[in-house]
Every structure is written in structure tokens, then in C-alpha cells.
């Protein structure tokens, strides 16, 4: 599994709950700018509309040696596939004050298929937030310390 692009961002901003894998309707040369690195999920977002999700807010640059008469749009709406059961299951979670879907991460799994992992995950308060960003530093200094004792 070669992951792309990862939404750092959400991690810091939501309380995950549940994860699932979806596939992405890409468009021309989107894979190859996504192989490229290209992509940037932050601020991105999955809605559930007439029964079919799709990726909002997600941005995929065109690479340079793309035709110049047709290049998608850069941040257009991408369905995503889903079996219709997740998708059920998704919209009536998300219908639940203070709940979102959102993208954490897009990589490529074995058979090399673009695949997007999504997320049910709950907004966090600002002292939620300041707890986390403590957990991190206090994670990191002891990861120097340990790294330290373990060269004498």
C-alpha cells in the first residue's frame, strides 16, 4: 500500500469513529498527477447526495504535459463507490449533531486501484484540541529521551 496523500488536519480537528475504504471516480490524468503526489485533502469532505457520496473540496493539480484542451477541474466534485449499505449506514450517522465525513487518506492498494480511507468522526472543543497537541509533545519527548539512553 503506497499512500499518497494523508489529511492531517482531520486527525487534528475530529474524534474518529469509524473508517472505511472507498474507491474514487477519477477523471483523464488524475492518476497519474495523484502517482505524482499532486493531491492536497486538506479542508476536504464527503456529503452523501441522492444516495451517492462524493468528495468535495479535494485538490488534484493537472500535470503539465496534460493536454491543454482538456483538464478537469482541479477541486470538482469526486464520486466516490461505495457499497449502497455503507452509504446508508454513513448518511444516518452523519445526520447526528456534531458528526462528519471526512477524508483521511488516499493511497494506492495492491492491484494499483486509487483508493480514498473516509471517516464518520465527531468535531473536537479547542481544550480537546490543546490536549492533543500536550499528548504529542509528551509522546515526542519521550522518544528523545528513550533515543538518548539507549546511546550511552
Known amino acids: ?7 492531517k488536519k482531520a486527525l487534528y480537528d475530529f474524534f474518529i469513529l469509524e473508517k472505511y475504504e472507498a474507491g474514487i471516480a ?3 490524468s488524475e492518476v497519474k498527477s495523484i502517482r505524482a503526489g499532486r493531491v492536497n485533502l486538506k479542508d476536504s469532505f464527503v456529503k452523501i447526495v441522492k444516495g451517492e457520496a462524493f468528495l468535495f473540496q479535494a485538490h488534484i493539480s493537472a500535470l503539465e504535459t496534460t493536454n491543454r484542451h482538456y483538464k478537469p477541474d482541479e ?3 469526486r464520486k466516490l463507490l461505495l457499497h449502497k449499505k455503507e452509504i446508508d ?5 452523519s445526520q447526528v449533531g456534531g458528526m462528519s465525513i471526512v477524508a483521511l487518506k488516499l493511497y494506492f492498494n495492491k492491484r494499483n486501484k486509487a483508493k480514498l480511507e473516509i471517516a ?3 468535531g473536537k ?9 500536550k499528548e504529542k509533545i509528551q509522546n515526542r519527548e519521550i522518544a528523545q529521551t528513550l533515543k538518548e539512553f539507549q546511546r550511552r
Open 75 to 77: 477541486k470538482r466534485p
Open 120 to 122: 464518520l468522526a465527531k
Open 26 to 28: 477519477l477523471e483523464g
Open 1 to 7: 500500500m503506497k499512500v499518497v496523500a494523508t489529511n
Open 89 to 93: 449506514k454513513l448518511f444516518g450517522k
Open 125 to 133: 472543543n479547542l481544550h480537546d484540541k490543546r490536549e492533543t497537541l
